[in-house]
């Protein structure tokens, strides 16, 4: 079972962050270099917002994340930083979000179902909220954009990764170290995008 005093969860309260998740996003960002100085970032699934303290600590002045969740998060001071209250599958929370930036460069979506501790339900429910994160970046994402996101891993992950990659040049799929080891986790990067 996952415990939440682990190694990561003590080490993330002692440096500040709000998530062990911070310690991923650091990871991915040293490997795979996401993040630039001016970049629009949308942090989908953002509480408690582990992941937006991370980006706002990569970014230069010019840079700005909005964040978007059901829950609510503690405000970040941060002026670069905006958050909206809302569900990802609701039109006014799109349109909401476009207030802020009308295209992003960067979309990271941590965003996690309620787990039912059914694999196959959650990685279902994990698949939906992803194809429709999709189809709002379809429409907002810049040329040449990334799209980093947590998938509760299964069968139709291929599928996905099928009509990613007409969208993305480049698609790499990742289990960081900073994953519980019997967790079904995986992170995918894809780099690229085609249209925008
Ligand atoms: C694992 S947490 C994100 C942790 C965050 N990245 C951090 O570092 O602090 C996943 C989040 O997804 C959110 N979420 C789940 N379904 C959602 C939906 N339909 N719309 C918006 N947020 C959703 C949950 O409320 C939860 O806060």
Known sequence: MYNRKDSFYKKAKLEGYRSRASYKLLELNQKYKLFRKNDAVLDVGAAPGGWSQVALQLLGEKGIVVAVDILDINPLNDKRFHFIKGDIRDENTLSEITKYASSFDIVISDIAPNTTGQKFVDHQNSINLIKTVMNFIMKTLKKNGIFLFKLFDGEERESLVKDLKELFEDIK????????????????????YKLG
């Open 173 to 192: 799929i990742i289990r960081p170290d900073a994953t519980r080891k019997n967790s079904f986790e995986i992170y995918i990067i894809c780099k690229g």
